[in-house]
């Protein structure tokens, strides 16, 4: 069993700058691919980024390239999503997730890739 517990939302305006953090339970995090999903209000939850087993792969959605950043740190269990030049339309709440079963290098960007699942953490971005 793996406990995602995500961290770091809040109200801010738009423009500056979030990092939410994902803590992951288990002893081979480093086994783990990891994501974060984001839902805004009235629509379905859709994929941010992904990152691969080293970290060393990243994949994000067009609507946050060059704006977010993906990382992890393996050592502290914990993936990061650095969010910068918020925008109102990135007012969502934010989940992390994670694959256990992963192949090195590969990134994962469908919903059903993923098996565990984080409660979320609220990101709202005010104009």
């Known amino acids: 069993q793996v406990q995602l517990v995500e961290s770091g939302g809040g109200l801010v305006q738009a423009g500056v700058s979030l990092r939410l953090s994902c803590a992951a339970s288990?002893?081979?995090?480093?086994?783990?691919?990891m994501a974060w999903f984001r839902q805004a209000p009235g629509k379905e939850r859709g994929f941010v980024a992904a990152?691969?087993?080293?970290?060393?792969?990243?994949s994000y959605a067009d609507s946050v390239k060059g704006r977010f950043t993906i990382s992890r740190g393996n050592a502290k269990n914990t993936v990061y999503l650095q969010m910068n030049s918020l925008k109102p339309e990135d007012t969502a709440v934010y989940y992390c997730?994670?694959?256990?079963?992963?192949?090195?290098?590969?990134?994962?960007?469908?919903?059903?890739?993923?098996?565990?699942w984080g409660q979320g953490t609220q990101v709202t971005v005010s104009s």
């Open positions: 288990g002893r081979t995090f480093s086994n783990y691919a």
């Open positions: 990152v691969s087993l080293s970290g060393r792969s990243t």
């Open positions: 997730a994670a694959k256990t079963t992963a192949y090195s290098g590969q990134l994962y960007l469908a919903e059903y890739d993923y098996n565990y």
